[in-house]
């Protein structure tokens, strides 16, 4: 299973961001998908996050800035961003609890990152 995830970069403050993850792979079923971030000397955080028949679930520092989306017959989720100030630098990581083809348990997977500044 891979998580491939695209979209972040430089974006001036205020300015918008959207990122995107894609799981691929012998997947049976993804019990939920997000998006966490970690800055530098920081402990990895979670940005949003949606359970398969659920509702999302925001951080509060980034609430009415951000949209989370998922298609699940793609198996991909969809984090917009708006109002983006300094404070949300960080390496966005996409995540996923899913269960794989013949097995019976499931496990968090993760994207390799990446990056967006908001700077001018």
């Known amino acids: 299973v891979q998580l491939q995830a695209s979209g972040g970069g430089l974006v001036q403050p205020g300015g918008s961001l959207r990122l995107s993850c894609a799981a691929s792979?012998?997947?049976?079923?993804?019990?939920?998908m997000g998006w966490y971030r970690q800055s530098p000397g920081k402990q990895r955080e979670l940005v949003a996050r949606i359970v398969t028949g659920g509702s999302p679930t925001y951080a509060d520092s980034m609430k009415g800035r951000i949209t989370i989306s998922r298609d699940s017959a793609k198996n991909t989720v969809t984090l917009q961003m708006h109002s983006l100030n300094p404070e949300d630098t960080a390496v966005y990581y996409c995540?996923?609890?899913?269960?794989?083809?013949?097995?019976?348990?499931?496990?968090?997977?993760w994207g390799p990152g990446t990056q967006v500044t908001v700077s001018s």
């Open positions: 995540n996923a609890i899913l269960r794989r083809v013949g097995e019976g348990y499931t496990l968090d997977y």
């Open positions: 792979g012998s997947i049976f079923s993804i019990n939920a």
